[in-house]
């Protein structure tokens, strides 16, 4: 709640994406203009979007949708998404034009080489693009963010390596927005709710993968808690509410940072992870060459095939027991603690008494 109003939802880059690509492939497809579009989300939540500059010729279509944050606005709130639809031979090609960041470094979700829009975004603009293009039609849909190179400066996309533009991005569709604090209520609300229904044994997760994650290894939804950035804060609450015992379930580049006793895991907070990930390779005999390569390394998701190609796997599970020994420490043995470590190609590849 914001002065006692409800917050606003808004829409992802993703979804933006998505709905000015089906707005632009309608357009193709009937000759029409499109005023509104609809589009579904993966929160479930049906968007019905303005779409804005509609152009149209007998073979090239455009339209725009207006970037809407909602009450959570961040730099990417107003930006128009231009969505360039052209007919080609079959299927659906999608490509990332101007302001849209191409990646040049590996570890993230995307291919080196490859526009930033990330997979669920793609998996949207092509689903979305399938509803009003008759099969035997091919098109190829090109995303244009014309203040993207702008906005890509105040994010953190350069350190990331991904030049030229901002990212399109979005695991649901939909910005949730809230107060910080109003925020945190909300998590620790779903430890309220297990507690009074008899459940003891939680799974912390940061998000969406992390969710997916534990589903995939056979944990009760019930069961599943997001803390999203507030380790601290969520496993004081877990301890408070009588709470016997925790997994907690993270990719590395989340969870090294609890490794190093980061309990506030924000990246503008605090970062530490390829040195921490470094220091723990160096105490299990990595060589110097072996550090240097983590420390230069784009992300922690890049690093696990580096330290594969090594030889020291083990130093994944060396992580996993130091999130166990730092979560007890933090919340001073008031609940057992098991960790597990996973990666996005590598699956789960460390863990602290942890079954998969």
Sequence with gaps: MKNGKKLRRGYTTGSSSAAAAKAAAKMLVTQQRVEKITIDTPAEIELNLEVVNPKLTANYAQASVIKDGGDDSDVTDGLEIIAKVKEIESGIEIRGGEGVGQVTKPGLAVDVGQAAINPVPRKMIREEVQQVVPLEVGVQVTIVVPKGVEVAEKT????????GGISILGTTGIVEPMSEQAYKDSLALKIDQAVASGIQELVLVFGNYGIRRAKKMGFRTEKIVRMSNFVGFMLNHCAEQGVEKITIIGHLGKLVKVAAGIFATHSKIADARLETIAAYTASLGGSQE????????????????IIKAAGLEEVFDLLAQRVTTRVEDYVEGELVVESCLFAMEAGIIGRSYCDE
């Design 156 to 163: 953190l996309n350069s350190k990331l390596g991904i030049l």
């Design 290 to 305: 072996l550090i240097k390569q983590i420390l230069a390394a784009n992300t922690a998701e890049e690093t696990v095939a």
